[in-house]
């Protein structure tokens, strides 16, 4: 994919996760903490500095220096020093874990077949990335949320722990996308925006750069940084996911679903949706017995 936002939101949408625990910490100032030199790290961590600044040090040679506005994600079975800085360190830290992951006595995270437990890309939990993302009202609301529903023991609060982690990983995935694309980003939420609004419409590459006064290829590279696909592609993708939609209602055919999302053609649309979707139109609804028949 080429961008670390796009990559992560694969592997947080598309990896089953176990979270643990939600800590609000605070380091004294001009320390080193060891306590991962010896024992490496457990779990993969979602860290947001809150105040103050440390170096996080994995496996004596990756150095992240991490101060508000900064975010650190992965970093299971690593070893792990931190130096906290003149004022201190304060962050929030939510622990998680790839369901069906373990540590085995290389401290590597194995899956359940004895080979590393990935995701998308093949990301691993020991991978680290750093992201940017503002302290802003709504991240702090959401974190105090998220701390709070760590202490409850009932399983209405765990699920609501999960509901706002996603949240907080979603939000902070958001900032680093806007703050890689400051120009950009306005004009392609409003290209995201018209295609998802005028999707049963004909649109073309032409037609979408011509409206943001852009070319062709200079459009469809900054779609593409943005959302990770083009910007055909995606609207392709809208469409059959639309038709998918109404399709599993069982009260359009597929000529009709065809037309609502903008081909005249059923048999062409009916190819792409098979290309797309991995079955024919006709068979969507239907149970695996019923589709073994």
Not at 24 to 34: K, M, P
Not at 118 to 134: C, F, K, T, Y
Request: proline share 4%; with cysteine.
């Amino acid at each position: 994919m080429g961008y670390a936002y796009e990559e992560l939101a694969q592997y947080f949408a598309d990896t089953p996760l176990a979270l643990y625990g939600v800590y609000r910490t605070q380091l004294e100032a001009n320390r080193i903490y060891g306590g991962h030199v010896d024992k490496p790290t457990a779990k993969c961590g979602v860290i947001i500095a809150l105040d103050g600044e440390a170096e996080f040090i994995f496996d004596e040679e990756e150095r992240y220096l991490l101060a508000p506005g900064k975010v650190l994600i992965g970093g299971a079975g690593r070893r792990l020093e931190i130096l906290s800085g003149e004022q201190g360190f304060r962050y929030c830290l939510a622990h998680y874990l790839p369901i069906g992951s373990d540590l085995d006595k290389d401290n590597e995270v194995i899956g359940q077949e004895g080979r590393p437990a990935g995701g998308a890309a093949g990301r691993q939990p020991r991978d680290i990335a750093v992201l940017e993302a503002a302290l802003a009202p709504d991240l702090l609301r959401l974190v105090d949320g998220l701390i709070e529903a760590d202490s409850s023991p009932d399983f209405m609060s765990l699920l609501e722990k999960k509901s706002i982690f996603y949240q907080i990983v979603a939000k902070l995935l958001q900032s680093e996308r806007h703050g890689q694309n400051k120009e950009s980003y306005p004009v392609i939420e409003d290209a995201v925006l018209y295609i998802q609004t005028h999707f049963m419409e004909s649109i073309t590459l032409a037609m979408l750069a011509e409206r943001y006064k852009l070319k062709s290829k200079y459009f469809s590279h900054l779609f593409t940084k943005y959302t990770g696909t083009g910007p055909i592609d995606y609207l392709i993708h809208y469409r059959m996911n639309k038709a998918q939609e109404w399709l599993q209602t069982k009260q359009f055919t597929v000529s009709a679903v065809a037309r609502s999302v903008g081909y005249a053609d059923p048999y062409y649309f009916s190819r792409l949706f098979k290309k797309y979707k991995g079955i024919a139109p006709s068979q969507v609804g239907l149970s695996s017995r019923e589709l073994e028949r």
